[in-house]
């Protein structure tokens, strides 16, 4: 038996040494690569260099970002990865440099080609305020950069992140396939431009779970190629609302469908749940969509439909929307308007909205009931209905 005792005394310290090398391989922390947490210094390389040993692992990696301020300049964390299960592990906040160095790059940190990315906590500041100052004074400006986009990539899960003052959009995702977003939290002022809080489009089966947008456009907006995406546990405000569209910018255009809207705050914002589309051609279509169990506190238009948008009269005057609307849902939908008309649905002449059914609505504006207004728009009213519809 003696042999025998050995051969483990040697063998257990041999065996855990190597899975902690073997672990300590598979985690980079972005400061042995240069990265400074002054926030002056650019890390930009330091962070790609961490990104390509971890990408480059066969083994699921980790990058590590620990506390403190990190700039960094443009950046595109590219794939596909030898692995598909790398974390961006963030306690640390990233900064953008001045609108002046990104503001024409139309994003600033991107994630290509990626399977099975997830990226834990951080903060993402934008310092988008003088961009923003820029524009609102009718200055000639640069129309600004998102601040993260996601592109081409699968199996992606993003908890937990922050992103304040971003130039235009804080978070793209365009031509993905399986994304969860969850914990989100978005902040910029009511009057800072372009400033969506999630644009999706040119992907399915996109979860947006627990979390708050607080900012100058649309706290989630939904684009053309979107399907199957589920909106739950949703703070808005202020902001623009939740709108699909616009839709039918170009002539050819994919549809949305299979859109689910539960659970969700809207408060203060322009719009509450909106649906809007170009008054001009098009192939596109919205269909399949539920909103239910939405509170509206002061929100300018609670529920609209606008299939006549038409900014600055350009290029659509005389013309009437393309899109095909169809089996649009509302149910349990209460709280008030800040206007007398909580619900408007102006559709399409050429294309009238179709299978509208309002279930269970209570919207009230200055402790009376509001008011509806219906044009081209076909369908029903079940349950107790306030405005009374007008469908």
């Not at 609108?99 to 790059?105: D, E, L, P």
């Not at 009437?320 to 089996?327: A, D, E, L, R």
């Not at 009931?369 to 209905?385: D, H, K």
């Amino acid at each position: 038996m003696a042999p025998s005792k050995t051969f483990c005394v040697v063998v257990l310290p041999l065996l855990v040494f190597t899975l902690l090398t073997t672990s300590a391989k598979a985690a980079y922390n972005v400061l042995d690569f240069g990265a400074k947490a002054d926030g002056k210094t650019d890390s930009a390389k330091a962070f790609l260099a961490a990104w390509s040993a971890a990408c480059s692992s066969t083994s699921p990696a980790t990058v590590h970002v620990p506390s403190g301020r990190f700039l960094l300049n443009r950046v595109a964390f590219q794939g596909p990865c030898k692995n598909n299960k790398i974390n961006f592990r963030m306690f640390g906040t990233l900064v953008a440099p001045s609108y002046t160095v990104i503001g024409t790059s139309n994003q600033w940190i991107l994630f290509n080609q990626i399977d099975g990315l997830s990226i834990n906590g951080g903060i993402l500041d934008g310092q988008g305020t003088r961009l923003w100052d820029c524009k609102l004074a009718g200055k000639n400006c640069p129309l600004g950069a998102a601040s993260i986009v996601f592109t081409k990539s699968k199996n992606l899960l993003i908890n937990g992140l922050t992103s304040i003052n971003s130039e235009l959009a804080h978070m793209v995702i365009n031509g993905c396939e399986g994304v969860t977003m969850q914990n989100i939290k978005i902040s910029a002022t009511d009057d800072s431009p372009n400033t969506d809080g999630i644009h999706v489009q040119m992907s399915t089966n996109i979860a947006i779970t627990q979390s708050t947008i607080k900012t100058g456009d649309d706290c989630i907006s939904i684009g053309p190629g979107m399907v199957n995406l589920w909106v739950e546990g949703v703070f808005c405000g202020p902001g623009h609302g939740i709108s699909i569209g616009s839709l039918g910018k170009t002539s050819i255009e994919p549809g949305v469908q299979n859109v689910t809207v539960t659970a969700t705050t809207i408060s203060g914002t322009q719009n509450g749940l909106r649906i809007k589309t170009w008054g001009r051609e098009s192939s596109g279509f919205v269909k399949d969509v539920v909103f239910e169990h939405i509170v509206m506190q002061n929100v300018d238009n609670p529920i609209v439909i606008d299939q006549n948008y038409c900014p600055y009269n350009r290029n659509c005057p005389g013309q009437h929307s393309g899109i095909k609307i169809s089996n649009v849902k509302y149910n349990d939908i209460k709280g008030t308007s800040a206007t007398p008309v909580a619900v408007k649905f102006d559709c399409s002449l050429r294309n009238p909205c179709s299978g509208i059914t309002l279930q269970d609505i209570k919207l009230t504006y200055k402790n009376k009931a509001a008011l509806s207004s219906c044009t081209n728009a076909i369908g029903g009213a079940s349950g107790i209905v306030v405005p009374q519809s007008c469908l």
